[in-house]
């Protein structure tokens, strides 16, 4: 799959190689996801990648990273080749039933941190309602550094609840959440001191000149906001004050040029 990758080349000569072809496939941080994915092929860590960068690979561990790398020719992203994701202070799991949470949401948690920190709620034991929890992400992030606070995580899929619930046990956190199958919040009941959401948001038209990255790997479930991309937002819309406790508040994520409709 990548001319020059066999064995007798040096780990720093494979990250080379497969950045190269990386950067042919038009993938962004070539380098970056070369890098990733030597330390998944080879179960190391950043920093033992460096130390071990002369080290001569032998045949199988060239086996296993052509196999990676071709599934990031075709555009795979590397967390799900991984099969994880940091996100916050946390790894999460993920699989095609969930998008993969992205840096940007983090923005999400830090703005609902700041209104419960302004508050002086944070050691209360506050109500959480996590719209479309998908892996779990949002929900999960609050919980961890809300040491008193509770939550529910809504989702249409059961597959995404599946994948949020583990993500609890593995982060320690299943104890103070559950997690629900339903359309936006149809069965959930308040009232929640902070409901958040990353929802849909992308128009219907638009989905097909996503990344390929996105397009081809994320559930459409998981785009698909209606023909302007604000079907989930009128939904919640609809539902979040009654579900609000007095002073709760709402934080979502809006897609670029969304913030005036």
């Not at 949401?105 to 209360?124: F, H, Q």
């Not at 996590?130 to 008193?148: R, V």
């Not at 937002?233 to 709402?250: D, E, F, K």
Request: charged share 25%; glycine share 8%.
């Amino acid at each position: 799959v990548i001319a020059g990758l066999k064995a007798g080349v040096s780990v720093a000569e494979a990250t080379r190689l497969m950045a190269q072809s990386f950067c042919l496939a038009g993938v962004e941080d070539a380098k970056v996801d070369a890098r990733a994915l030597l330390c998944h092929a080879l179960h190391l860590d950043r920093a033992r990648l460096v130390a071990d960068s002369e080290r001569i690979l032998e045949a199988r561990e060239i086996a296993a990273i052509s196999a990676l790398a071709a599934r990031r020719l075709k555009r795979e992203p590397v967390s799900r080749i991984r099969g994880s994701k940091e996100f916050w202070t946390l790894t999460l799991s993920v699989t095609p039933a969930v998008l993969t949470p992205r840096p940007e949401t983090e923005t999400v948690v830090e703005a609902a941190l700041d209104a419960v920190n302004r508050n002086g709620l944070k050691m209360e034991k506050l109500h959480i309602l996590d719209i479309g929890t998908g892996s779990g992400a949002l929900l999960l992030a609050l919980l961890s550094e809300l040491p008193n606070a509770v939550g529910t995580g809504t989702d249409v899929s059961a597959e995404a609840i599946a994948v949020a619930r583990g993500n609890a046990e593995r982060n320690g956190l299943a104890a103070r959440c559950t997690f629900v199958e339903c359309d936006i919040a149809q069965d959930v009941e308040g009232p929640f001191d902070l409901i958040v959401s990353n929802p849909p948001y992308i128009p219907r038209g638009e989905i097909a000149s996503l990344a390929p990255e996105v397009r081809d790997y994320a559930p459409t479930v998981a785009l698909d906001g209606g023909h302007d991309g604000l079907d989930a937002y009128r939904a919640i819309a609809g539902v979040a004050h009654g579900l609000l406790a007095p002073g709760g508040r709402l934080v979502v994520e809006l897609g670029a040029g969304q913030e005036p409709a």
